[in-house]
């Protein structure tokens, strides 16, 4: 069956099996006759071999991803004529600045809303560069010299990913119940991250932790 001309083809990578299922029923509904998903990843070699495998408009590309991330998935493009879209928990400066430097044609978090999405996919299809409103000012921030990334990234290197989420999301208030439901963990595993990032970071509380990540712009 061929598809139809202007539809925009789409293929959605992200960890999460749900949230993954959530947006492709969401881009079914709102974006019909405009947005069409074609194939879906859950880490980044699977993602590249999908991509190669499509070839589709748009990857809506989660940042943080097992085995490399979503820089990794991009930088393996060896087409090179698909166009990334990063959908993330994540609106931290390092995170948003690092993923467009790496090739990614905007960025917006998962509180968008459906209508918003299938807008921002066919934005980015037609070559326009998309972000959520605070996230465009990191970008200028950067390239204009007023935020250091390298100093954040140094620190940021001894967390893995998972903790770099759960570290964001406490920081911010987040209860555990809530860091939990919100990256579809369980508490128990919320609270060894949260022991895990507080010691490699040579912190003591949560307070210390909130005014570590206010510090660097993380929040």
């Not at 999908?50 to 748009?58: G, I, R, W």
């Not at 996919?121 to 996230?135: H, I, Q, T, W």
Request: proline share 2%.
């Amino acid at each position: 069956m061929s598809t139809p001309v202007g539809l925009v083809r789409v293929v959605v990578v992200d960890d999460h099996a749900m949230f993954r299922t959530g947006v492709r029923a969401e881009l079914a509904a709102v974006g019909q006759g405009r947005v069409e998903v074609v194939g879906e990843a859950a880490d980044a070699d699977e993602a590249v071999a999908v991509v190669a495998e499509h070839a589709p408009d748009v990857v809506l590309l989660d940042v943080h991803l097992p085995g490399g991330g979503g820089v990794e998935v991009m930088r393996r493009d060896r087409a090179g004529a698909t166009r990334y879209l990063a959908l993330s928990v994540s609106d931290a400066a390092e995170d948003v600045i690092g993923t467009i430097r790496g090739g990614a044609r905007g960025y917006v978090t998962k509180t968008i809303t459906g209508p918003e999405l299938v807008d921002a996919v066919c934005r980015v299809a037609e070559g326009d560069a998309v972000f959520s409103p605070r996230l465009a000012g990191f970008v200028l921030d950067a390239f204009a010299g007023t935020i250091e990334v390298a100093a954040v990234d140094e620190d940021l290197d001894r967390l893995t990913e998972r903790e770099r989420e759960v570290m964001r999301l406490i920081a911010r208030g987040y209860s555990y119940r809530e860091v939990a439901g919100e990256l579809f963990i369980s508490v128990k595993t919320v609270e060894t991250h949260m022991s895990s990032v507080l010691r490699k970071l040579q912190l003591s509380s949560r307070h210390e932790l909130t005014r570590w990540a206010s510090d660097r712009r993380l929040l």
